[in-house]
């Protein structure tokens, strides 16, 4: 069985190539491709789930989850929850048993996205806690893909704004990634047998 370590230094992260979502990304942003995205969506057993929300930089202030990013085998899809009503089919695929959606921290995520919209939750793996229970120190998406997939994702567009009317396409990309990579760990957590 591979070995994975329990800690990976801030060093060891930054000596690792660097690696964004090459695949197809996907902004749900009419009827059309609410209708496209959900076809793909429920032909998975599992896909990324990942949430954006518009940084706050003053003391009390917070703001509610503006974008949702669930990733499959064939692609990443965007919804700017501003832009198109999706808030039924983000609830059905979040209810849906037979579909596993893995995160990270998506405790909280999930809280605030209730805020937006209601749902009632199933099949929800937050990969941060299946580490912790194996052991691993760190949980951050960051550190949980440079330990277990052996490359290192950029983070610079996380306090850009997701509330934008139109996203620039280094954020695109950010969250695009970020969706990915909880699938491919959530795979390889399978194949290392930590769930």
């Known amino acids: 069985m591979h070995e994975f370590r329990r800690t990976i230094s801030r060093g060891d992260v930054n000596e690792l190539p660097i690696r964004r979502y090459e695949g197809a990304v996907k902004l ?13 969506i429920r032909q998975e057993s599992v896909v990324g789930l990942d949430t954006e929300t518009r940084p706050s930089f003053r003391k009390g202030e ?25 808030s039924r089919q983000l609830a ?19 809280r605030q996205l ?10 929800v ?18 550190n949980l893909a440079a330990n277990f997939l052996g490359f290192r994702i950029p983070k610079g567009n ?5 509330a ?3 996203l620039k396409p280094a954020q695109i990309t950010y969250a ?20």
Request: proline residues 4%; aromatic residues 8%; charged residues 25%.
């Open 92 to 110: 059905e695929l979040l209810a849906d048993p037979l579909i596993i959606k893995a995160g990270v921290s998506l405790a909280h995520d999930l």
């Open 28 to 40: 749900v942003e009419t009827p059309e491709d609410l209708k496209g995205a959900m076809a793909d």
């Open 125 to 142: 793996v937050d990969l941060g806690d299946v580490a912790r229970h194996g052991g691993v120190g760190q949980s951050g998406v960051r």
């Open 158 to 162: 996380r306090t850009s704004n997701w």
């Open 62 to 86: 917070s703001h509610l989850p503006c974008l949702v990013q669930v990733a499959t085998a064939r692609a990443v899809y965007l919804f700017p929850l501003q832009r198109l009503d999706c």
């Open 164 to 166: 934008a009317r139109h």
């Open 176 to 195: 695009a990634t970020d969706a990915w990579a909880c699938r491919e760990l959530y795979l390889r957590f399978k194949e290392l047998r930590l769930l």
């Open 114 to 123: 209730k805020l937006v919209f209601p749902f009632e939750q199933a099949s």
